[in-house]
């Protein structure tokens, strides 16, 4: 069974900080996408990496793949309000449309 | 508008009495899934349909039951609930290319007494 493991579970901020979100596991994975999820509502996705290495920037979110696609990191540079909510990771195997979702990230941003 | 409609969005009952919960999705995808959510837990998958009256066990089936008759609709079946399966439970969809997006219904939350 393929794991991921995020860290932190949660991060409370002030508005303006930075933070960075990472999602770990000993296998590997065909991609990873990030969604984002908020009291009330199903996860949204955020992105999808796919290459080994890989980073895209969504505005102030920058989104890393693992040289060995077994990690991936969430970076928000000048956290806001808006920003907050619960942020899973999930990761793709080389079969199959099955998503492995981490635990999950609760962040908290401060005005 | 793309959606993925469950219901209900509520629901509170008792152990041993059967429920089901529907999900259906007007987006035409191939597959479907169920999660449960869980404090700490992320999202752990129950079951999921690659296609009409093709099902199979995900990663915690015990409990639950589906079914696939048509593809915009997969409702997850609990025979006799009990409170061990009280959880936020949420119903995707997606197409079968690689890397696709899934799209996630509202949710349910169940309390099971």
């Known amino acids: 069974t393929q794991l991921l493991e995020q860290s932190p579970q949660f991060l409370s901020i002030q508005e303006g900080e930075n933070l960075t979100v990472y999602c770990n596991s000993s296998s590997v994975f065909s991609s990873l996408q990030w969604y984002r999820q908020e009291p009330g509502e199903g996860p949204v996705l955020l992105v999808t990496v796919v290459t080994g290495g890989e980073v895209k920037k969504l505005k102030r979110l920058t989104f890393q793949f693992g040289d060995a696609r077994k990690d991936s990191s969430l970076h928000i540079t000048a956290a806001q309000p808006g920003d907050t909510g619960l942020y899973l990771c999930a990761g793709k195997g080389a079969a199959g449309n099955k998503l492995t979702f981490g635990g999950g990230t609760r962040v908290l941003v401060k005005p | 508008e793309a959606q993925v409609t469950q219901n209900p969005r509520y629901l509170i009952t008792v152990t041993g009495k059967k429920l089901t919960v529907t999900c259906s999705q007007n987006?035409?995808?191939?597959?479907m899934s169920w999660y449960r959510q869980d404090p700490g837990l992320g999202l752990r998958q129950i079951y999921y349909?690659?296609?009409?009256?093709?099902?199979d066990k995900g990663d915690v089936p015990e409990g639950y039951k589906v079914s696939r008759k048509e593809k915009r609709n997969f409702p997850l079946i609990l025979e006799s609930p009990s409170p061990n399966q009280t959880s936020l439970y949420f119903c995707a969809s997606s197409g079968l290319e690689v890397n696709t997006e899934a799209f996630f219904g509202q949710g349910t939350r169940l309390t099971v007494v």
């Open positions: 987006m035409n995808h191939e597959y």
């Open positions: 349909s690659m296609n009409v009256e093709v099902t």
